[in-house]
Structures are given as C-alpha cells and as structure tokens.
C-alpha cells in the first residue's frame, strides 16, 4: 500500500532570494535544526534579522513546512562548496530536520520524520533529475564549520526509498586492503595519502591535495564518515572507508 501523501504546511519565510538565471537545481542539501524545538527553529529561519531560511522543515511527527519556494535561493548552506562549485545556494534545495543537533542533545530521527524526509526528498529529486550521488548533508559541503544532519541520520533508510547512496554493508577484516596500503591517519604522507584525497576530490569533497594528511584532510574525512560510515567516526581513513568510497565512486560512472 502506498504511503499516503503528506500535505504540506505553507509558512513563508522572507529570508529568500533569486537564484542565478543560469542555475539548475541539481543538488539536495539535509540539514538538522540544532535548536531546542521545532516552533524556535521555525521562528529563526523566518527571523528577516537571523538572514537564514530552508525551503522545507520537516518536524519530528513527519509534518512538513515549506518556507521557501524551491523556484526561490534560501539561505541554507552558508559558507559551502560541491565539486568545486561555491555558493551552494544557488544550485540546491534545502530541507532542515527538527533535531537538537550535537550541542542540545543529539538524538535519532524518528520514523514518521524520516517517512516524510524521504517522501518529500523523492518528489524533489524526480522534479529537477538530482543525481543520487548529489544528496548531501551539510557536513558534506561544509565540513570544517557543520556536523549536520550526523552520524545518527538514517541514510540507508532514504537510499533505500531511492534516494541518495548508500554503499553496501560488507565489513573489511583489518585495516590493511588487498594492495597492503595500511590504515591512513594524520600525520601520514606519500602518494597513498594523494590517492585518498583525489578520490575525495573527485566524488566532490573539498580536501587538499597535497599528499599530506593534515588536519584539514582529517576533517574531510570525518564528514565522510559521518555521512557513509558512520560506525566510526575517527577522522582515519581505513580499508572499509576505502572501499565505500570507491563503490561510491564507481556509481557515479
């Protein structure tokens, strides 16, 4: 039986702009609120002073407000970039998550939250053909300032609903891969450490390339890990956080 659709609550925030003439829509962009309730997030993203807004939020029972025209630039990603593109903005959608988020007292997503997520994030994604390797959370295109939507967001759950990846769960004994290149960690360096923070280049991340592993590459190991590996999140970079991110790779081909 099919999920019965959910109506959508109109509550208009000001804090929008336009959007480049030549900007296609072609990301999606998960977020919590990190605020003590859904009335206090609600309040801020309309707050013409707080200069933030989403174009949907999503509250913990599975009702669903939309703040902003999707036709509309809300101001949801901050300081972000994708593949090389700044201005996130211009070019997504943004959805918040009714969640305290890490500083209030992080917590799971509830199921008719995450019903609604992925029945709003589908109908979004076949509105503007998002690529599934292009949904993200915040910490993806923001990782040195945002832990958003976090390690206890259920993305299987929404790949599972088609939308977005998520690799599959085959643990790797030990930290050593088949090539012999050991678990990589700050502090390491050489081509292994160049390789790594290509391919996290390559699938969209921006990560240094220097063949250092330093503290920024750590970072952007950690938001990949929050995203798709969530069981350990350590900012070192083992064999069952390579081969994730080459089946990612791989589906992007």
Known sequence: MRARRRAVVEHPSPNFGPRPTDAAI????????????????????????AAVSAHY???EDGTVYR??????RAWHAGVS???????????????ELVNPGHEWG??????????????????IVKRHAIPASRVLGHSDVAPARKQDPGERFDWAHLAH?????????????GDDDETGVALLA???GGPAVLALQTALVRFGYSCPTTGMFDAATETVVLAFQR???????????????????????????
């Open 26 to 49: 072609d990301l999606l962009i998960l977020h919590y609120t990190g605020m003590q309730s859904a009335e206090a997030a609600i309040a801020r993203l309309c707050d013409r002073a």
């Open 57 to 59: 939020v999503i509250d």
């Open 67 to 72: 703040l902003v025209d999707e036709r509309e």
């Open 81 to 95: 970039a994708w593949q090389g593109r700044g201005d996130v903005n211009s070019f997504s959608v943004g959805i």
């Open 106 to 123: 992080y917590r799971a997503f509830p199921a008719a939250q995450l019903a609604a997520c992925a029945q709003l994030s589908r109908a």
């Open 161 to 173: 609903h088609g939308v977005g990846l998520w690799p599959p769960d085959e643990p790797a004994d």
């Open 186 to 188: 700050r502090g390491a």
């Open 227 to 253: 995203h798709f590996r969530p069981g350990r999140l350590d900012g070192r970079f083992d064999r069952e956080c390579r081969r994730r991110l080459a089946w990612l790779l791989a589906e992007m081909d």
